[in-house]
């Protein structure tokens, strides 16, 4: 599976699930399914679209409002079975 794959997979789940955008977070521990995490984190902060929050106790991350048509087209582009799924 190429890294592209994973991170759309990992930002479609905060999409999806509980709609973590913006202030709306999720711990970092419910994706450790993603073999690749740490990579995919700092890429994606990188390039702004993901928004990491260090708390006292654990890190969360949500998307970044700002980028929603980009994050949306780019999960729509690497996962096209998806399409129109995520709003």
């Known amino acids: 599976m190429s890294l592209n794959v994973e991170k759309a997979q990992l930002m479609f789940k905060l999409a999806r699930g ?25 890429e994606l902060s990188k390039e702004g679209w ?13 998307l970044n409002s700002k980028y929603k048509k980009e994050i949306i087209e780019f999960i729509e582009k690497e996962m096209p079975y998806l399409s129109g799924m995520v709003k």
Request: charged fraction near 30%.
């Open 18 to 42: 509980k709609g973590n955008w913006g202030a709306k977070y999720d711990r970092l521990e419910h994706f450790k399914k993603f073999s690749n995490l740490k990579q995919i984190i700092k």
């Open 50 to 62: 993901i928004i990491i929050y260090d708390k006292p106790q654990y890190r969360a991350i949500s």
